[in-house]
Each structure stands twice: as C-alpha cells, then as structure tokens.
C-alpha cells in the first residue's frame, strides 16, 4: 500500500502537468501548441491505474468486484459532472439564454458517456466560434471516453484474463488493438477536412487508453522492487530523463499543431508512447522522479486537476462573452479567469467531490442530523439552499432547452455570402490559372497608368466604389492587376468585392483556414504556375504564428514577387496585437512584403462589422475591399 500511495502522489502530479497544459493552450495555442495533448496524459494514466487495480484483484482473489468498481466511479465522477451541467445551465438561463439550444441533449448525452459521439454528429460550426455561441461544455468528449472505458473495460478484462494464459499474450492483444486504433486515426485523417471524427472518436483516440492498460500488464505495481542495483537505478533515471523530454519536445513543437497532419498520423501516438514510459518510471520504487513530481503545488493542483479540468471551459466561455475585447485585456483577463477556475476547483472539491466519493447511508444520516442543528451548522444551510437553487434553475435549463432555436450560424448572411463567394472563386480560378500560365508578357507601369487616365475619361468602371474613396484611374489600373490572393473567411466573405475591382485576382479564401497547413498551398500555386506577381495574404483570424512560418512562405514565394499582408482585426482573440506585430516586423525584415494596416484603417467603425466584430458586413466589404485594391496599386507589379 506504502508503494501505491508513493505512485499516487507522482501520478497527481503528472495529472497537474495535464491540466496544466490544457489551460495553458487555451491561454496561448502559439506558445503552446501541443498543450491539447493533457488528453493522453489522463487517458494513459486512467488505462494503467484502472488496469493494474483490476489485476492485483484477481492475482489476490481471482475474482473483481465490478459492482464496487461502477459504484466508486459514480461517487468520484457524476457529482463534479452533474454539477458543472446544472450550474452552467443555470447561468445560461439567467444570462445567456441564446445557448441554451440543445442542452437538454449535451446534458443526456453527458450522463449516458455519448457526448462525444454527439460532438462527432452535432459539431460546432466554424462560424458559432465568432458568433458569442461557442459551447462551454466542448472539452467534456473526454469524460464520455474515459466513461465509456470505466463500463467496458472490467468486462474485457475478464474475458482477456480468461482465455489468455499469459500476461504477456494479454500485453500483446492490448498492443495490437492500440496500434489499429492510431492507424485508424492516421488513415482517416484528411487535409483540409474537420478533424472531429478521429478527434472526438472512441477507436480512434483507444491507443492512449490501450498503451497505459498494456503496460499493467508487464509493469504492475506492487510487484515493482526498492531495491535494485545501481546500473538498473541509473537505466530508469535516464529512460525517465528521455521520455519527459520527448513529452515536452512534443508539447512544444509546431509540428503538433492540431491543424496539420503529423499530430493525426503518429504524433499522437508517439506523445502517448514517451507518456506511457514516463507513467512506467514514476510507478517504480528506485526512480527519482516519482519524488520530483512530488510537490505541494503538483499535489493541489494534481488532486483539484478533474475540477479544473472541468471547470476551466465554462469559466473562459461566459467571461470572455462578457468582456469581448479579450485582444486589449489578454494578461489581465486571463488571471481573472485563472483565478474564478482554480477558485471554483478548490470549493467544489472540498464540498462536492471529496464527500460524495465518501458517502454513504451512514453520512446522509450524519448530515441530515448537522443540518437540523441549525444554530451550529447555519453554514449548511446556505449551502443547501444554493445547491436546490442551482438544480431548480439548472432544471429548467434543460426543459426550457428544446424550445430555444439556437442561430444556425452556417445559414447567416456571412455564411450564405461565403458559400455564394467560395463557388464563384472555384469556377473562375480554373480559367485564371490558365491565363496566368500564358501570360508571359509585362505591361509597362507607365503605360498602364496612361491607358488607365483616357479609359477613366471614356469608359469609366465600379463608380459606385468611388464614394468609399478609390479613384477612378485606380478602378481602371485595378482592371489590369494579376494577383493571387489567399485568405479566411474574412477574404472570403467580400472576395466578391475584390473580384470586382480586380477581375485578373485569383482569390482562394476559405473559412477555418490557419498560416502553417495554408503554406502548401501557395507552393502548390506555385507549381502551377499560378502564383501571380502580386501576393496578397489574408491569414491570421484564426490563430497565431511564428516567423519561422513567415519564413518558410517567403521562401516559397521567393523575393521577387510583390507580398501584401492585411492585417487583423478580431478584438476578441488575443492573439491579435501578436499577428498584427509579427507581420509588422516580417515588412521589416523583407523588402517586397507591405503591412496592408486593415486594423487602424477599420479602427472605430464598428458599423463596418457583423456582431462578432471580425468579419465585414456588405457595406464594411466595400471598404475593405476598396481599401485593399489601393493599397496594392501603390506598389503592385503590372
């Protein structure tokens, strides 16, 4: 048990590094990119410990009591759950009721361990994520996994122990399902297409779950030894040493950017495997960093983790729907946030999760006795009386729900101009790859302008978009301008402005769309001969970069085409002041890249946007198109 208890207090602490490194993504996601991967760190963790507790059962009565085992999952689990679901139902009830669309259905899919398989059916448009709809119950897909694993797992492992004669054909079973599992991930994993299928899937994601179980089986604790020789002591120092490496190399690199294909086929995989080594040398005796990762703050935060983890969502989502100019605010409104989770985590652990996964009759009969004592225990009864508040108005969150019709973002006005846009922009690139490849010969600046002065006298062109101040010999050299332009949904939705004013523009904008997975596909442009003179970028709504990635494209474009980038106006996203700086300093540092400043020019023109304040509206895409053509004209190559 003394050993047990030892690997318990360095498992709390690789729980804290877990949790840690979620908050830490959600914080900043350029900084730490593969904070996402606190995932596997609980689902290893929940396949060795669940596993082992399971083995020593049989080894010492050949026999598991899986009643038991269900009853302390429901005390240590549902409690903390249904209480994240009734509080949060409250306060959108209260307070953001637009939200309340389909809760009665995250609330049942919850408490039946599916919520992940919704998430699978039911996910989140790319569009709610600007639209102040955005979940606050997403993260709770891995609840529904680990749920799913506590049901069916000490069934297997009756049916493994059963027929396998060995622990080490066990091990290999185990092994071989993990390996199917992450090549499953690796085949369906496609570019450009929504990773929720593999992401949020039980088969898919089992590999973090089957590593951790696999290892109980060659690996369990109590048959581990204190005393071994020096050169055995040093070999799991060092594979420690290596695998914790391996793990924060992972958790640090760009390569595991969850918009790109690595993390899907095998990076995943591989954090689980370092995780699964690193879990191995913390269980054992003589290693020394089980004692590392026994400290106080790793001990409260390790032990508080499952609140956290829990309560970290909610907190984030209906404060910064409350204070949207997260970009001006991004430290101050973090360690507010910070501080209402962990506030949250430490009351609701002392006075929900640590008694139910104690009670009993016996304590329900105790606290109805505090309770009555009302002169002693008044505490109580206000604890009481908010809790029945709490699962009244929680209550009538779910009945409620059903009658809220929430806003079909995918069928907004932004949206239907976007997929009107994306079909137009796939229909006359085709035709201007074409033209761009026997297009060989260059116009004379001059003589354009020339021919742009008599033409504007003669037949002038767009003079609706000359009151949004453009000239009419600009409309007219706009006629004649080859670009390439590649963009979000920001691009996208007023790319049939700029389509307008330059008709020679191939323009692929696209919702969703990231620095780092786009790169290919100015290389592959490039390839075709359809990465016109005049770049024009538009990337960086959706997620910061380093310059690195600047790096790698310029390099890709090449120093003698002409690059402007626009930069990015989206208040509540912190990353904003840091896109707007890097690009900033990419101008800087490359002679043919310009700042096209769309967030100084769009500046106190709220009217310019829709309601999340990022995309233009139909009137703030003349000005933003409008804007854009001028500012290439001043150094665009004709």
């Known amino acids: 048990m003394q050993r047990k208890n030892r690997f318990i207090k ?187 299928r593999i992401y949020y899937g039980t088969d898919t994601r089992f590999f973090a779950l089957g590593l951790g179980a696999a290892l109980a089986f060659v690996w369990p604790i109590k048959h581990l030894k204190r005393e071994i020789n020096k050169t055995d002591w040093i070999i799991l120092d060092i594979t420690g040493t290596v695998s914790l490496i391996g793990m924060l190399w992972l958790f640090l690199s760009r ?131 908010v809790s029945v508040l709490i699962l009244i108005l929680g209550t009538i969150a779910v009945i409620k729900a059903p009658d809220v019709k929430g806003v079909n973002a995918n069928k907004s006005q932004l949206a239907e101009r976007i997929k009107k846009n994306r079909a137009s922009q796939k229909k006359s690139n085709k035709q201007l790859i074409d033209k761009f490849k026997k297009t060989k010969k260059k116009e004379n600046k001059s003589k354009a302008f020339i021919e742009a002065q008599q033409s504007a006298k003669n037949k002038p062109v767009n003079k609706d978009f000359e009151k949004y101040g453009i000239s009419q010999i600009d409309l007219q050299l706009a006629q004649k301008i080859h670009v390439t332009a590649i963009g979000d949904s920001v691009m996208a939705g007023a790319s049939d402005m700029l389509k307008k004013l330059m008709p020679n523009a191939l323009i692929d904008a696209a919702v969703s769309r990231q620095l780092v997975p786009t790169i290919g596909l100015f290389n592959q442009y490039k390839n075709q001969g359809a990465l016109a003179e005049n770049v024009l970028i538009g990337l960086g709504t959706n997620g910061p ?57 769009s500046a106190n023109h709220n009217n310019w946007f829709y309601g999340d304040q990022t995309h233009p509206n139909v009137e703030g895409s003349k000005y933003y198109s409008t804007y854009i053509t001028k500012e290439i004209l001043k150094k665009a190559k004709f």
């Open 10 to 196: 360095g498992y709390s602490g690789l729980r804290a590094l877990a949790v840690i490194g979620v908050i830490l993504y959600h914080f900043d996601p350029n900084t730490f990119i593969g904070g996402y991967l606190g995932v596997p760190i609980f689902f290893v963790l929940s396949g060795y410990l669940v596993t082992d507790h399971i083995l020593a059962s049989y080894e010492e009565t050949g026999y598991y009591d899986n009643k038991r085992f269900y009853l302390s999952r429901l005390k240590r689990l549902y409690p903390q759950l249904v209480t994240v679901l009734w509080a949060s139902g409250a306060y959108m009830l209260m307070f953001q009721q637009q939200t309340l669309a389909k809760f009665n259905q995250i609330v049942t899919t919850n408490l039946f361990n599916v919520y992940n398989f919704w998430q699978i059916a039911n996910g989140q448009s790319y569009f709610e994520r600007f639209a102040g709809n955005v979940s606050p119950f997403t993260h709770l897909w891995t609840m529904s996994i680990e749920g799913q694993f506590y049901i069916f797992w000490p069934l297997i492992m009756m049916v493994l122990i059963k027929f396998c004669k060995t622990r080490y054909r066990a091990f290999w079973i185990i092994i071989g399902f993990s390996i199917l599992s992450a090549l499953e991930m690796a085949i369906l994993y496609k570019p450009n297409v929504d990773t929720s």
């Open 255 to 385: 390569i595991m950017d969850p918009q790109a294909a690595f993390a899907y086929r095998g990076g995943m995989f591989l954090f689980s495997l370092f995780t699964t080594i690193f879990v191995a040398i913390i269980a054992h005796p003589a290693s020394h960093w089980n004692q590392i990762f026994t400290n106080r703050i790793f001990d409260w935060i390790g032990s508080r983790s499952y609140a956290i983890y829990l309560y970290q969502f909610p907190v984030m989502i209906f404060f910064e729907a409350k204070f949207t100019d997260m970009a001006n605010h991004a430290f101050l409104y973090h360690l507010i946030e910070l501080i209402l989770i962990l506030g949250l985590a430490e009351l609701t652990y002392h006075f929900i999760e640590k008694p139910f996964s104690k009670i009993s009759f016996e304590s329900i009969r105790v606290f109805i006795a505090h309770f009555k004592d009302s002169e002693k225990n008044g505490h109580l009864r206000i604890a009481s009386g």
């Open 545 to 601: 970069f380093s310059m690195d990635d600047i790096n790698h494209l310029m390099e890709i474009i090449g120093p003698n085409r002409q690059v402007f980038w626009i930069s990015v106006h989206v208040p509540s996203r912190q990353w904003q002041g840091q896109v707007n700086e890097l690009i900033l300093r990419a101008s800087q540092k490359y002679k043919n890249l310009s700042v096209i400043d769309w967030y100084s020019y």
